[in-house]
T-cell receptor
Framework: DAGITQSPRHKVTETGTPVTLRCHQTENHRYMYWYRQDPGHGLRLIHYSYGVKDTDKGEVSDGYSVSRSKTEDFLLTLESATSSQTSVYFC????????????FGPGTRLTVL | QKEVEQDPGPLSVPEGAIVSLNCTYSNSAFQYFMWYRQYSRKGPELLMYTYSSGNKEDGRFTAQVDKSSKYISLFIRDSQPSDSATYLCAMSGISGGSYIPTFGRGTSLIVHP
């Protein structure tokens, strides 16, 4: 258990509504990541953060924004959810003590109707 | 060609078999090599990681890296039904300090009693 929680764990929403997913860590790691996982695509990086207020885009960042105002929290926002954003979303942290290993949260299952 | 190739399976074996899971890659800059196990509807969990070439053993699991062939393997001895999961390989090198691993799409393993 790497002390990572995600909320909510499940969410059903409608197309066009904003959605915010939260990732919380208890160990003050600098690097945090948001991935989505879809059948046939594996894990794809959405955004990552390398410190408070320091974020950058991943390979599938369109339609997503992030914020990190505290070390322990990394928020992922879907400004206007679309059905193509139906997915399982994982947050991860990089402790830095074991190379580039990452530890993942339990995931959020999002359905956009 | 994707940077990391991994056969999706499923790979079905009888209990007690030796399992070999493999990934090939194209980027010679990769230095860190990781294996994750993901149970259904759970987040990936780190199994093993190695730096550069060589073997690493942990209980029934052995990770092997052959950088000359750009090929990594995970061996599972005396496989158990509880090993049934999807196995993801991941690898990274220091690239601008972003520490972003590249993941394979995962191999589904089924160990039947």
């Amino acid at each position: 258990d790497a002390g990572i929680t995600q909320s909510p764990r499940h969410k059903v929403t409608e197309t066009g509504t904003p959605v915010t997913l939260r990732c919380h860590q208890t160990e003050n790691h600098r690097y945090m990541y948001w991935y989505r996982q879809d059948p046939g695509h594996g894990l794809r990086l959405i955004h990552y953060s390398y410190g408070v207020k320091d974020t950058d885009k991943g390979e599938v960042s369109d339609g997503y924004s992030v914020s990190r105002s505290k070390t322990e929290d990394f928020l992922l926002t879907l400004e206007s959810a679309t059905s193509s954003q139906t997915s399982v979303y994982f947050c991860a942290i990089r402790p830095g003590s074991e190379g580039d290993t990452q530890y993942f949260g339990p995931g959020t299952r999002l359905t956009v109707l | 060609q994707k940077e990391v190739e991994q056969d999706p399976g499923p790979l079905s074996v009888p209990e007690g078999a030796i399992v070999s899971l493999n990934c090939t890659y194209s980027n010679s800059a990769f230095q860190y090599f990781m294996w994750y196990r993901q149970y259904s509807r759970k987040g990936p969990e780190l199994l093993m990681y190695t730096y550069s070439s060589g073997n690493k053993e942990d209980g029934r699991f052995t990770a092997q890296v052959d950088k000359s062939s750009k090929y990594i393997s995970l061996f599972i001895r005396d496989s158990q039904p509880s090993d049934s999961a999807t196995y993801l390989c991941a690898m990274s090198g220091i690239s601008g300090g972003s520490y972003i691993p590249t993941f394979g799409r995962g191999t589904s393993l089924i160990v039947h009693p």
